[in-house]
């Protein structure tokens, strides 16, 4: 069998180390060691672990970045409660998923900052979805089908806001688990829409 190129064998090595030790402890010698390569090899593909981080959130996990890119060049392509349901399905699978790998992030200051400094110089970051989603969403307000007086960018936070919420809120529930994604996804996009839709929507 075919080995996999180093650059994807890296990839999935830094994904499941990540996953499974957090990004904190996940470091480029290891990544490299479980991708079967040398450290110098890593770096003829990615010139940091901040760099790797963000392609394995880009390419190992749920997308988001293309949906909302595609929904802001075609608004009106599907009703708005379609889209948002489907935005709420993706943005929810992506947190799920993104979470356990960033959340050591929040346990070292340090490198929590050197990571936002080089989302800065990369021009990436958690704020991008909501920007992307707050374009759609004027976009369509536009196009006549979100109220005028609606706040897109507020509307923006709210969703995703609410999508990251389910990736951590639930463990210590009675159940232990998250609300199913086939009711959340749309249960959030109706009532979102209940504040932002126009008197006589058109969607």
């Known amino acids: 069998m075919q080995q996999k190129p ?16 957090g990004l904190a402890r996940a470091t480029t010698k290891e990544i490299a060691k479980a ?4 450290e110098a090899a890593l770096y003829k593909y990615f010139t940091s672990k901040e760099e790797l981080f963000v392609s394995v959130l880009k390419e190992r996990l749920p997308s988001l970045g293309p949906l909302l890119s595609r929904l802001t060049a ?22 799920e998923q993104s979470f356990p790998i960033a959340a050591s992030l929040y346990a070292e200051t340090q490198l929590k ?44 936070s709210l969703l995703l806001g609410a999508c990251a919420q389910r990736a951590f809120a639930y463990d210590a529930s009675e159940k232990g688990t998250p609300p199913p994604l086939d009711t959340f996804a749309p249960s959030l996009a109706r009532t979102l829409l209940r504040g932002i839709s126009p008197t006589d929507p058109l969607s």
């Open 113 to 156: 900052r050197r990571n936002d400094e080089a989302m800065r110089q990369m021009g990436m970051g958690p704020h991008m979805p909501i920007r992307a989603l707050d374009a759609y969403l004027s976009a369509e307000q536009a196009a006549g089908r979100i109220s005028p007086g609606a706040d897109t960018f507020a509307a923006a």
């Open 6 to 21: 180093a650059r994807s064998r890296i990839l999935d090595a830094a994904h499941t180390l990540m996953l499974t030790v």
């Open 35 to 38: 991708a079967g390569c040398s």
């Open 74 to 95: 075609e608004p009106g392509e599907h009703s708005v409660e379609e889209n948002l349901t489907e935005v709420a399905r993706q943005a929810a699978l992506f947190y």
